[in-house]
């Protein structure tokens, strides 16, 4: 199994910049997918950015110039930096894997860190 720990978030203004970072632990069998999905109030989880072990990005077609997504090899974490923060960017941010070994598939999920952006 894996475990996912999402960390960084917090209170920011308005136009505001923010790093959130997931750290993972345990074994990945096989080619996977790393991605960033948000929650807001009231509202259904979205995606907002994925990574994949080639390093091939995808982005959510709104937010694409605001958020890059990264993966640190030293610290062992995917990041995502968000730039020119807007109140409609508060949510809680999640960490997905989806290891796509043939043998042991498999998706995992992080427990989620809020982000809230208000004055």
């Known amino acids: 199994q894996v475990q996912l720990v999402e960390s960084g978030g917090g209170l920011v203004q308005p136009g505001g910049s923010l790093s959130l970072s997931c750290t993972p632990s345990?074994?990945?069998?096989?080619?996977?997918?790393m991605a960033w999905y948000r929650q807001g109030p009231g509202k259904q989880r979205e995606f907002v950015a994925s990574?994949?072990?080639?390093?091939?990005?995808t982005y959510s077609d709104s937010l694409k110039g605001r958020f890059t997504i990264s993966r640190d090899n030293v610290k062992n974490t995917m990041d995502l930096r968000m730039t020119s923060l807007k109140p409609e960017d508060t949510a809680i941010y999640y960490c997905?894997?989806?290891?796509?070994?043939?043998?042991?598939?498999?998706?995992?999920w992080g427990q989620g860190t809020q982000v809230t952006v208000s004055s």
């Open positions: 345990g074994t990945i069998f096989g080619s996977y997918v």
């Open positions: 997905n894997l989806k290891d796509q070994s043939e043998l042991r598939p498999n998706d995992f």
């Open positions: 990574i994949r072990s080639d390093g091939s990005t």
